[in-house]
């Protein structure tokens, strides 16, 4: 069993930054791939990047790609998401997600965190 708890969400302005945290415990969770997905009011959840159990392997959306990275620390406990240059459209609640694979779909996922806000002031 993994549970994960996000953190790092808040309000910022746009082309501002935030990094969120996705904490998991669990033994094993250094096995697993992490994703970040996001959801906006009224719309369906997605994709935004997943990273590999050992680091080597990234993926994202090709809406952050060049804004957003994720990485993952050494002893494998900690997932991170660094949004750089923030856009009003990025403002959504962001989900961590634990599955075997590193994947853009959502269905591969089989732990989830309960989100955490994130507002991009225009």
């Known amino acids: 069993q993994v549970q994960l708890v996000e953190s790092g969400g808040g309000l910022v302005q746009t082309g501002g930054s935030l990094r969120l945290s996705c904490a998991a415990s669990?033994?094993?969770?250094?096995?697993?791939?992490v994703g970040w997905f996001r959801q906006a009011p009224g719309k369906e959840r997605v994709f935004v990047a997943t990273?590999?159990?050992?680091?080597?392997?990234?993926f994202y959306d090709d809406s952050v790609k060049g804004r957003f990275t994720i990485s993952r620390d050494k002893a494998k406990t900690t997932v991170y998401l660094q949004m750089n240059s923030l856009k009003p459209e990025d403002t959504a609640v962001y989900y961590c997600?634990?599955?075997?694979?590193?994947?853009?779909?959502?269905?591969?996922?089989?732990?989830w965190g309960q989100g955490t806000q994130v507002t991009v002031s225009s």
């Open positions: 990273i590999s159990w050992n680091g080597i392997t990234t």
């Open positions: 669990g033994r094993t969770f250094s096995t697993y791939a």
């Open positions: 997600a634990a599955g075997r694979t590193p994947s853009y779909y959502i269905e591969t996922y089989n732990y």
